[in-house]
């Protein structure tokens, strides 16, 4: 009985010390790291695309860009639900044009540097991959994601 309670107390403390001992050398409250990028990428996202004309819906572009996404993307995205990756079907809404096509075209940068893609990763466990797209075939993809919120 009593070698059983020492045993125990001595895991006790073995547990306490592993957690304590966390970083002992870093001081504790370390900042949150500035995001390092500025307004306009925060927006549009880092990549190849700066700017995209967007007017009405075309739908005959919506149709190739569904076909795209149908190889290439839904393996891992749904519209409505949470998939291997987040659900897209108001990301148009969500999202600036550039930000959603520079994720298509620039995934790996994207996920180093833009702080919430950081975040999705954390959440989702997948980095995105680049499919390597076109940048025609991207604006097709985005515009059928676009023809999702309308229709929502
Ligand atoms: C292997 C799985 C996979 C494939 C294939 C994939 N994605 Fe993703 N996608 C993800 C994951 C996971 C995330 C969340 C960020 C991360 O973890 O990298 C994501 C994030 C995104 C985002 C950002 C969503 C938001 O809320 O900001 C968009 C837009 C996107 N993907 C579009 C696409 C498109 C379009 C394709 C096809 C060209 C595609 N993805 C192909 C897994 C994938």
Redesign the pocket.
């Known amino acids: 009985m009593r070698a059983s309670i020492h045993l125990l107390a001595a895991l006790l403390v073995v547990t306490l010390a592993a957690c304590g001992g966390d970083s002992p050398n870093q001081g504790g409250n370390t900042p949150a790291e500035p995001a390092g990028l500025t307004q306009a990428q925060l927006e549009k996202g880092v990549g190849p695309i700066t700017s995209v004309d967007v007017s009405s819906l075309d739908a005959a572009l919506a149709a190739q860009g569904e076909q795209?996404?149908t190889v290439?993307?839904?393996?891992?995205?749904k519209m409505a639900d949470r998939y291997?990756?987040?659900p897209?079907g108001t990301?148009a809404s969500?999202?600036s044009p550039e930000?959603?096509m520079n994720?298509?075209l620039n995934?790996e940068e994207?996920?180093q540097k833009h702080p919430?893609?950081k975040a999705?990763?954390?959440?989702?466990?997948?980095?995105?991959?680049n499919?390597h797209?076109t940048e025609d075939?991207?604006r097709a993809?985005?515009e059928y994601?676009r023809a999702q919120v309308e229709e929502a």
């Open positions: 795209v996404f290439k993307c839904s393996a891992c995205h291997v990756g987040p897209l990301v969500e999202r930000f959603i994720m298509i995934p994207m996920i919430d893609v999705m990763l954390g959440q989702f466990m997948t980095p995105m991959p499919q797209l075939e991207a993809v985005l994601l």
